[in-house]
């Protein structure tokens, strides 16, 4: 008795630019699901809780807090590559290089899919853009980038924090 279709429509695009000294990273990505669905196989966005950093998941997001059945999420990365920490010359010697970023998604809910399975009590729809922002410092000891990261709107219905110092371990060749 298949009465109940569902589909959905995803597609990203990222891509690397460099630019002179400095380098910019990008990835969008959007989506749309049709028919009626559970929330579990909605776009439920990639939370962080932990102390590392991700590059495409939102830092400052607690799992589980939004659920979309239409997104648009774009991450962001501005690599300076010491543009500003190779004119001191202590910095310089250390190879620090600076790197900026923003995360930001949006999202709609409609009210079909709670008519399969009511959704838990924390889960919500969004109501205004998420946006987070993030200053930091990259090859530390070659191996290691700390960043600074803000949530910048909207405040967290969950308790997640609004600011958060996050590590990476990366190597690059």
Do not use: C
Not at 5 to 24: D, P, S, W
Not at 50 to 57: A, E, I, K, N, V
Request: hydrophobic content about 40%; cysteine-free; charged content about 20%.
């Amino acid at each position: 008795g298949g009465e109940n279709y569902y589909g959905k429509v995803l597609g990203t695009v990222e891509q690397y630019l460099r630019m002179g000294q400095t380098a910019f990273n990008y990835a969008i990505e959007g989506g749309m699901y049709f028919g009626k669905l559970p929330y579990t196989m909605l776009d439920i966005p990639h939370g962080n809780e932990t102390f590392g950093y991700y590059s495409y998941d939102f830092n400052m997001l607690n799992f589980m807090e939004y659920v979309h059945d239409k997104y648009l999420h774009a991450y962001l990365e501005y690599h300076l590559n010491g543009f500003v920490f190779n004119r001191l010359p202590l910095l310089k010697r250390i190879g620090l290089r600076e790197v900026f970023s923003a995360k930001t998604m949006i999202g709609s809910l409609s009210d079909r899919h709670q008519e399969i399975v009511e959704f838990p009590v924390n889960l919500s729809k969004m109501s205004n853009p998420y946006i987070e922002l993030g200053a930091g410092v990259e090859n530390i000891l070659r191996l290691f980038r700390v960043e600074a990261v803000w949530r910048v709107t909207p405040k967290s219905t969950q308790g997640a924090p609004s600011f958060g110092l996050r590590a990476k371990f990366e190597i690059k060749l």
